[in-house]
C-alpha cells in the first residue's frame, strides 16, 4: 500500500520539468553570463587607460606681450644649456612641434641627411631669439648662417702670376643650427620658463649657468635697475640694451657735418609710444621716448 503514493511521487517530478510552475533540477555552470564575478566582468566602453606621458606646459591664449618678448630676450638668448639629443644642421633648422613629443624618426632622417651640428651631451649657447607670427626660431652657437672665411680665398702671389696656397686642405666649417618652435597658432603669451620648458626634449637647462643674470649682476646698480625696468639710460652699452628692451624694430646711423656718426635704434611705432635710443660707437649718449 506505501509503494503505490512513492511511486507516483516518483512519476511526478519526474515530468517536472515540463510542467509551468514547477522549476527544474539543472544547475547553471560558472561560466554563465548572469554568475561572471565582478572581478572577471571585462572594462565598460568608456574605461580609459591613464596616460602617463608628461604633458607640456599650458600657454595662456592670449597672444606674445611686448613685455613677455623683452623677458624672453633678457633671461633665454645668451643662456646655456646641455643637448639631451644630439642637434642636426641645415639652413632650415629642425623643427618642435610644441604640445607632441618629439618624432625621434624625424630627427635621426635629419641627422643622417644634414649631419650633426652638436652632439648630445655637448653645453651649448643660445646666441638669438627670432619671434614670428607662429613660431620662435632659436638660433644655437651662432646659427645656419655661413661666415666668410679669409683663409679659404688668400692667395700668393710673385708678379702678375697668382698661386693658390700650398696648402689646399678645405678648412672644416664650424656652423651652428637652428631650433623652429611651432605652436600652430599666434605665439602665445610666455614666461621665460615656458619658453624653456618647450625646449625640453632638446635642451637641458636645469644644470648650466645662467649667463644673462650673472652678468647684470655684475652691472652698476643704476644699469640694474634700469634693465629691470625695461628701459634704456645714458652710459649703457649696447647689450645693456638688448637685456633691458630687446633688439630694436629699426636702425639709423646719421653722420653729422662735422664727421661724426650716431646710430638710432627705434623701438615702437607711431602712433605709439616710440622710444629713440641713440649710440656714439657702443654707448647710448641720448634717450627719447614719443607718446
Not at 38 to 46: F, I, V
Not at 69 to 79: I, M, S
Not at 116 to 144: C, D, F, K, M, P
Request: avoid cysteine.
Amino acid at each position: 500500500m506505501n509503494a503505490v503514493p512513492t511511486l507516483a511521487l516518483v512519476a511526478l517530478l519526474a515530468l517536472g520539468a515540463d510542467q509551468q510552475g514547477l522549476l527544474p533540477f539543472r544547475s547553471q555552470p560558472f561560466d554563465s553570463p548572469s554568475e561572471t564575478p565582478a572581478a572577471l566582468e571585462s572594462p565598460s566602453a568608456d574605461t580609459t587607460v591613464p596616460d602617463t606621458t608628461v604633458q607640456p606646459g599650458a600657454h595662456s591664449s592670449a597672444p606674445l606681450r611686448p613685455e613677455s618678448r623683452l623677458l624672453l630676450v633678457r633671461y633665454v638668448d645668451g643662456e646655456f644649456a646641455k643637448l639631451v639629443q644630439s642637434l642636426p644642421g641645415g639652413k632650415k633648422g629642425f623643427k618642435l612641434v610644441v604640445g607632441k613629443p618629439l618624432n625621434m624618426q624625424k630627427l635621426n632622417d635629419t641627422l643622417r641627411l644634414y649631419g650633426t651640428a652638436a652632439v648630445r651631451g655637448e653645453t651649448i649657447q643660445i646666441t638669438g631669439l627670432e619671434i614670428r607670427s607662429q613660431e620662435i626660431i632659436v638660433q644655437i652657437n651662432g646659427g645656419t648662417k655661413k661666415h666668410f672665411n679669409w683663409r679659404q680665398h688668400i692667395q700668393f702671389g710673385v708678379g702678375d702670376v697668382a698661386t693658390p696656397p700650398q696648402d689646399m686642405t678645405p678648412l672644416v666649417q664650424i656652423t651652428g643650427a637652428n631650433l623652429v618652435l611651432d605652436y600652430g597658432r599666434p605665439v602665445p603669451d610666455m614666461s621665460p620658463d615656458d619658453l624653456k620648458h618647450d625646449l625640453a626634449s632638446m635642451l637641458d637647462f636645469s644644470k648650466e649657468r645662467s649667463a644673462t643674470v650673472n652678468w647684470i649682476d655684475t652691472l652698476p646698480q643704476q644699469f640694474q635697475d634700469a634693465i629691470k625696468d625695461h628701459h634704456a639710460v645714458v652710459g649703457m652699452d649696447s647689450e645693456m640694451v638688448l637685456a633691458a628692451m630687446g633688439r630694436p624694430e629699426h636702425k639709423i646711423r646719421e653722420k653729422s657735418p662735422e664727421g661724426n656718426e650716431t646710430e638710432d635704434w627705434i623701438y615702437g611705432s607711431p602712433p605709439a609710444r616710440t622710444t629713440f635710443v641713440t649710440f656714439a660707437g657702443d654707448t647710448v649718449i641720448r634717450v627719447k621716448e614719443f607718446n
